[in-house]
Every structure is written in C-alpha cells, then in structure tokens.
C-alpha cells in the first residue's frame, strides 16, 4: 500500500462508519425518551411525462420515446426531548407501465432516508446525523440529491454539523458500496469537509474537501492494493450586488491515484445575471464553464474531471447530454416572471470538448464506474465541436401545494457528431411535470 499524505486516510481505517454506528448507538442509548413530541407528516407526489427523439442523433435508427414517470414520498419526522429526532422517508419509483399489468406490480418501493439526529451536543451548535440521508452542498455539481432523477440520491453515513446562521462546518463519511457485506475493506467510502460562510441573500463563500477511496478491483489492475484514492478541493464564491446582479465563481482540483494512474485534473464556472427592471423581473445572464479532459491516454496521468456525487439536471443543458467532465460550455440566458407564481427562461449552451482526444461524457460526468459512462468515444484530430443547445421553460405555482413545469429542448448537432455520421441530425426533448408538497 502506498504512503498516503492525507490525514483521511489514517481517519478512514480508525472511524469506519460501522464504528462509529456503534458509537451513536451508545449515545442514543443513554439518552432518556420521555415523551414523544407532535409527529410531523410529509409528502410528495410527482408525475413526469418526457418525450425524447434521436438520442443518437441518427433518426434513422428510430428510437423516439414517450414515457411517464411517478414517484411517491411519504416521510416521519419525530421530535424527542433532549434534542433527539428522527426521520424516516419511504419512496415508490415507478414508470408508468412497467408492471405489464397492475395486478402484477413490481417491487419500486424502497427506503430513501432513515437517520437519527442529536441536536446541540454539550449545549453548542452541534448536530450529529447517523444513517440514510440526502446530503447537499454549494452549486450541487459535486454533492447534491439529483431530485430530477425518479429516484434521488441518498448517503448512507454520518454527518457532523457545527455552527449556525453565518458560518456551518460538515463533515461526513458515507459507505458507496460494500463489496461484501461480512468485511470492512475492500468498500467504497465517501468522506469530506465542508465550510460555508455567509449568506446567499447577499454573499457566501465555500470551501471544500473530499476523498473518495475505493479499494475495489478495477479492470486497470493495481500492484499497490488501493484501486482509487482520489482527493477533491475547491472553492465557490457566490452572491447578490445591489440586490440586481447574480454572481458565482468555482474552481475545483483532484489529485490522487487510480490504479497506476495519476489523477490531475481540475474545473471551473464563472457565471453571472443582472435584473433589468422591477416589472416582471427580466434578467440576462451568462456563464463559462470548464471541466477538464484527459490530453493523452498513455502518458501515465488522467486528467478527466470526476463529478463525484452530483445533481445532474440542467447544468449543461435540459436535455442532459453533457456533464462536467472534458467539457467547455458557454451558456447565455434571459429569464421573465410576468407574476409571482409564473416564470419563464430560455438557454442557449455552446458545447465543446475541452480535448479531443478524450470521449463525449454521459450528464452524470466520469465516475471511474465499469459502466459505460460516454455518450461518443474519443475522435483525435476531429472536431471538438458538440454543438448548441437550445431551452426554454415555464414554471406555474397552480397551487400553494402544487407546481406545474413544462419545458422543451433541442440539440443542434456539431461537427464531432457528424465527424463520426455525416448524416447526423438534431435531437428533440420536452417534458411536462406536475408535482405536489404537503
């Protein structure tokens, strides 16, 4: 095993989240449940219809899709003296049809959170959270719940948060995957470090650190017994001028080993929106954003952007073809709200390869999974080009409980697409969503 400088490292063998399980569990033990304060009930409802055609932007092949999606939540949240809680949350994920028949239903129920809390520790702005639970931070382009997807993102882990109001600390440790469920080793775990400073109404700053460490093996084979330790650090900077223009700034590095590779790569967003007048709220806006590629598949070094644990939707486009990883976007927007329960936005990405002698990433970005991960392959000496995407989107409050979306892309095909079919063409997206909150 290779010598490790990162103190996380040694904290990963000594705190694994089974001992620290035990741990709370003594905690939990010892702390008297008198009564059960009122329990809290809460919900969610939403159905998704999405129609999708040329994919593969051959419309040739025919592979039009029109398909509904629901998902049910229904979550507990109990409130115990002495600062203890509870929270469980039961999810239903479904597409409509699926079962054949609904005499025959399929089994797409499954826990989505289930975690104890202990509130304010020794009296200080500290909360420990043990189990099943979303986690979120910043942007979300590293960390974040991805509630577009039917299913969602949940950890299983700890957390440890300190602070309140201006300043919060976290920290975690979540288990990935288990290998084999009798041993500690051989896992995928996920820990981190996260400082958030300020407000968003006005001026917040973030600072991170993660590790995630996978000592599974991987197809690229390792003679050092750490398949993957790869660390990530960045920060973010975002905020509102004269309560008229929208900034945010954020630039991340990775480093660290997979297999025999070393990882270097890094990422950034500089985005802006400016509000033009009071009356219907019109802003224009524009951001870059940069993941970077591996330059050369044989020198010894990987280069491609992880993204880690992130919310996909949207941020490279609606139609979600693109992610952060080998990629350079440049986005231009102009959002209307002709009243308080109405808005309106319409996006234009320009999407390139930030190298082209890396691969086309699928939206949820390069993982370091063995599942098929690019949308293209590598096409050295071709075009970097991808092409535009065009959105535009409404969003309706229909009820105080209730909010209906519908929206529409299109993806212009580039050069790099044609470059491999020089009979490529667009590729349609929309949707219509109605979701409901209690």
């Known amino acids: 095993m290779p010598k490790l400088d990162f103190a996380p490292r040694y904290l990963y063998k000594v705190i694994t989240p089974m001992r620290l399980q035990f741990t709370f569990c003594f905690l939990l033990a010892s702390v008297p449940l008198y009564a059960q304060e009122p329990l809290q009930i809460s919900g969610e409802l939403r159905q998704r219809g999405e129609y999708r ?17 629901q998902r049910l939540r229904l979550g507990l949240h109990w409130n115990f003296p002495n600062q203890l809680a509870a929270f469980v949350q039961m999810q239903d994920s479904r597409l409509w049809g699926e079962e054949g028949s ?21 009296g200080k702005p500290l909360r420990v959270r043990l189990g099943r639970q979303e986690m979120k931070f910043g942007s979300q382009r590293l960390v974040g719940v991805n509630d577009w997807s039917n299913i969602g993102r949940a ?18 440790l979540a288990q990935i995957r288990d290998k084999n469920a009798a041993t500690i080793d051989g896992n995928q775990e996920f820990a981190g470090a996260f400082v958030s400073s300020g407000s968003a109404a006005t001026r917040v700053f973030d600072a991170y650190a993660m590790w995630l460490i996978d000592d599974r093996d991987f197809p690229i084979g390792s003679s050092s017994g750490v398949a993957l330790f790869l660390g990530t650090y960045g920060a973010r900077l975002a905020g509102v001028l004269r309560q008229r ?5 954020e630039g991340v590095y990775q480093t660290g080993k997979h297999g025999n590779l070393d990882v270097n790569a890094f990422g950034l967003v500089l985005q802006g929106k400016i509000k033009l007048a009071q009356k219907w709220s019109p802003k224009i806006g524009a951001s870059y954003k940069f993941g970077s590629g591996d330059e050369n598949p044989n020198d010894g070094k990987l ?23 080998n990629i350079a976007d440049v986005m231009f927007l102009t959002e209307l709200s002709p009243s308080p329960v109405l808005r309106t936005s319409a996006k234009l990405h320009y999407l390139r390869l930030a190298h082209g002698n890396d691969a086309w990433y699928v939206a949820r970005g390069f993982t370091f999974d063995k599942r098929a991960e690019t949308l293209l392959p590598a096409r050295p000496g071709e075009s970097i080009e991808l092409g535009y995407n065009l959105d535009l989107q ?39 969503s109605i979701k409901m909150r209690w």
């Open 303 to 325: 280069q491609t952007l992880s993204t880690l644990f992130p919310t996909v939707h949207g941020q490279f486009g609606a139609a979600d073809y693109a992610g952060w990883s």
């Open 394 to 432: 409404v969003d309706y409050d229909f009820r105080e409980q209730v909010g209906v979306s519908f929206g529409v892309s299109r993806f212009f095909a580039g050069d790099f697409i044609k470059a491999g079919n020089p009979e490529a063409d667009d590729s349609n997206w929309a949707y219509l």
């Open 245 to 249: 223009l929208e900034y945010e700034a």
């Open 155 to 172: 950890f299983d882990g700890a957390r440890l948060s300190y602070g309140e109001a201006a300043t919060t600390l976290d920290l975690w």
């Open 102 to 122: 609904t005499t025959q239903p399929l089994n797409n129920t499954d826990v989505h959170q289930a975690y104890f809390e202990m509130q304010r520790l020794a």
């Open 53 to 69: 055609q040329n994919a593969d932007f051959d419309s040739r092949l025919g592979d039009e899709q029109i398909f509904v999606l």
